[in-house]
């Protein structure tokens, strides 16, 4: 009795045909990705969407909890803290013979000033541990180059911003507060005097503004950098848009800065030497050209491999 060949015509038609070159489907790794063989490698499996958003929830857990820490700890320390912020003012009052003093004319305005400098300082302190929880949940999809590529930005961002604030505090606040309280008159008999009365809310706003605009400002290398790395823009485009670039420096000053020529020339100079820097920056890392020839020797040799 003859038995029907089943069993070699299945062996058949499983068997592919042709060599079967790594990569493709017919491979067994051929439908995985190179992200997954790299997560594989490094013992990370895909997590469903119910995880991430239980992993973005103990993350903001975590960010909101440093937040309240750091300003109960900020508020206890207000006034030490409003003191600081006060004292190029304070200065400048002193080296023109005055008694150094602000006011406030609401019932409610110090307290409310108060919380406002626990807020501000609570987010200075606590903005080191917000970034470190947002990279803990970013970095598991990013690449392992990927990661080395940011890891540069996240020490430059906060040191960038620092360096900002510190300009604004240091070396434009002086100025500054000096040009504002020319403009006081000693009264007399027969002329009428003009005393600066300053508010604590009102100096509190515009220091916190001045600070802000300074730190944020200053992270345009960063911003600029980030974008050529990633192919949006060139260093050539950014040459070529440098006469631009400096009229929207100076535009940026008179819009965020004071109505003063000291104050608005202090951010906008510092902006057009971060452009130039950023130029020289973005030139580390931007990606190279592909041309034909990387084309060709990119591709699979398949004659070979037949």
């Known amino acids: 009795m003859v038995q029907p060949e089943t069993s070699g015509q299945t062996a058949r038609t499983t068997q592919p045909e042709g060599p079967v070159l790594p990569g493709l489907p017919g491979h067994p790794q051929g439908g995985e990705t190179d992200r997954q063989q790299e997560r594989s490698v490094a013992g990370d499996t895909p997590m469903p969407l119910l995880d991430h958003l239980i992993e973005l929830r103990r993350r903001i857990i975590w960010s909101l909890a440093t937040f309240v820490v750091a300003f109960l700890v900020c508020y206890h320390f207000s006034g030490e803290i409003y003191r600081f912020l006060a004292a190029p003012l304070a200065s400048i009052m002193r080296q023109k013979g005055e008694q150094p003093h602000l006011i406030y004319t609401a019932l409610y305005e110090a307290f409310f000033t108060y919380v406002r400098v626990a807020v501000f300082g609570a987010f200075f302190l606590s903005f080191p541990m917000m970034a470190i929880q947002a990279w803990i949940f970013i970095a598991p999809g990013l690449y392992r180059n990927e990661k080395k590529a940011f890891a540069p930005f996240l020490i430059a961002t906060p040191l960038l911003f620092l360096a900002g604030a510190a300009l604004a505090y240091y070396l434009v606040f002086p100025f500054a507060w000096k040009f504002f309280l020319s403009f006081q008159q000693m009264g007399g008999e027969n002329q009428m005097g003009i005393e600066l009365q300053a508010r604590v809310s009102e100096y509190l706003n515009l220091v916190t503004k001045m600070i802000m605009a300074f730190g944020i400002c200053f992270e345009l290398p960063v911003v600029l950098t980030l974008l050529v790395r990633a192919g949006l823009v060139g260093t050539a485009l950014l040459r070529r848009i440098r006469r631009y670039a400096y009229v929207g420096a100076f535009a940026i000053a008179a819009v965020i800065a004071p109505p003063d020529a000291i104050t608005m020339l202090g951010l906008a100079i510092p902006l057009v030497g971060l452009y130039e820097v950023s ?22 040799e398949r004659g070979d491999a037949a």
């Open 279 to 300: 130029i020289l920056a973005a030139r580390l890392v931007e990606p190279k050209p592909v041309t034909a020839d990387d084309d060709d020797e990119a591709l699979p």
